[in-house]
Every structure is written in C-alpha cells, then in structure tokens.
T-cell receptor, first 114, second 109 residues
Framework: DVKVTQSSRYLVKRTGEKVFLECVQD?????MFWYRQDPGLGLRLIYF???????EKGDIPEGYSVSREKKERFSLILESASTNQTSMYLC?????????????FGPGTRLTVT | DAKTTQPPSMDCAEGRAANLPCNHS???????VYWYRQIHSQGPQYIIH???NNETNEMASLIITEDRKSSTLILPHATLRDTAVYYC??????????FGDGTTLTVKP
C-alpha cells in the first residue's frame, strides 16, 4: 500500500513563526502536492513538484514556499505564519506515468496560528 | 481546469444505490472526470476516473453523458461506511486540481 505520511496531525504556532510541514511518501512517486482545505472553499492547490528540486505554483502560493531535496520528501514552509493560514494542510503524491491518474493523500495536518 | 457543480448534500438508505451527480458543462476534450471521497478526519481517497466511456471498478461505477457535460457516480449498494464527502473534479491529469466543496453523502440505516 502507498503510504503518504505527514509529520504532525495537529500543530499550534504563533503569528510570525516559521513553520515547516513535512510530507514523506514511500512509493517512489515523482509528483507531490500540497493543498489546504477550508470550509466553503474546498481543497486548493498551493504548490506541486514533478521532480526533485523542481516546484511550480498552484492556485494559492502566496505566503508559502516549498522544498524538495529528496524524491520522497516534500516540505511546505510558512516563512512568517499568519492567522489566515490556520487551516487543514494535505499532502498528496502520484506517479508520473501518464496512465496513472490516482493521487494518494496523507492524513492531513491541522494547523492553528494564534 | 473546468469547474464542476455538485449538490451540497444527499441522503441514501443503506443497501440502496447512491447516485451522485456532477455537472461539468465547460469540460474540454482532454480533461478527465475524477471522483474522490473524504471520510471524516482522513485525506481524500481516489474512487474512479473516466474520459468518455462509462467505467466500473470494485468501488463504484461512473456514467458520463455522451456530450460529457455531466456524470454520475454510482455506489451500487451503499453502506454506512460510505458516508463521506464526494468530490468530482475535471482535469487533464491527476494533480494540479482544485477540489470544490463536494457532496456530503449520508447513508442512513
């Protein structure tokens, strides 16, 4: 079974702190994604990566950055956390094979910024 | 990616078929229709996808209209464990997609 794990299920940080959310997948997938989920807004794509050291902006990249130094790990960074970044953050991975259409999601990290 | 429209909520009796509609009237020729579901406190789970033809797997069936402007996800014998939020997405490939609010399906005993 594909496993996508996220470093924390719940996280509480203060405004202005630098926050790292880590995601690891064990299926050698090329593609990795970060989403945030908010009531009434659904899941929105923040950043994605198709290869090591490669990243592309999604729909809402402002206030976030990412890092992918190794194939299995994709980190989301909040340089200076703000209260409007309180949300559920979901990581996903998928195979680069054009016939692979399935994304595998992690359990999510619920981040609260106070 | 084309925008999709789903009803916010639906109920279904346990053991009956659950038919979840999705409207994707602006879908383009290279965009697939994907369905995922999210059970409370878990990440979304892939169910099925299709382009033009109807598809079936061990979880569900996907019926896509001939003009591809709408589709229906069918859970043939719904169980209480199928209670979840169901998302319909249209995209040229997995990922790079924005999930809407989906349909909250409640299966009742």
């Amino acid at each position: 079974d594909v496993k996508v794990t996220q470093s924390s299920r719940y996280l509480v940080k203060r405004t202005g702190e630098k926050v790292f959310l880590e995601c690891v997948q064990d299926m050698d997938h090329e593609n990795m994604f970060w989403y945030r989920q908010d009531p009434g807004l659904g899941l929105r794509l923040i950043y994605f990566s198709y290869d090591v050291k490669m990243k592309e902006k999604g729909d809402i990249p402002e206030g976030y950055s990412v890092s992918r130094e190794k194939k299995e790990r994709f980190s989301l960074i909040l340089e200076s956390a703000s209260t409007n970044q309180t949300s559920m953050y979901l990581c996903a991975s998928s195979d680069a094979d054009r016939y692979s259409y399935e994304q595998y999601f992690g359990p999510g990290t619920r981040l609260t910024v106070t | 990616d084309a925008k999709t429209t789903q009803p916010p909520s639906m109920d279904c009796a346990e053991g009956r078929a659950a038919n979840l509609p999705c409207n994707h009237s602006t879908i383009s020729g290279n965009e697939y229709v994907y369905w995922y579901r999210q059970i409370h406190s878990q990440g979304p789970q892939y169910i099925i996808h299709g382009l033009k033809n109807n598809e079936t797997n061990e979880m569900a069936s996907l019926i896509i209209t001939e003009d591809r402007k709408s589709s229906t996800l069918i859970l043939p014998h719904a169980t209480l464990r199928d209670t979840a939020v169901y998302y319909c997405i249209s995209s040229p490939h997995a990922g790079k997609s924005t999930f809407g609010d989906g349909t909250t399906l409640t299966v009742k005993p």
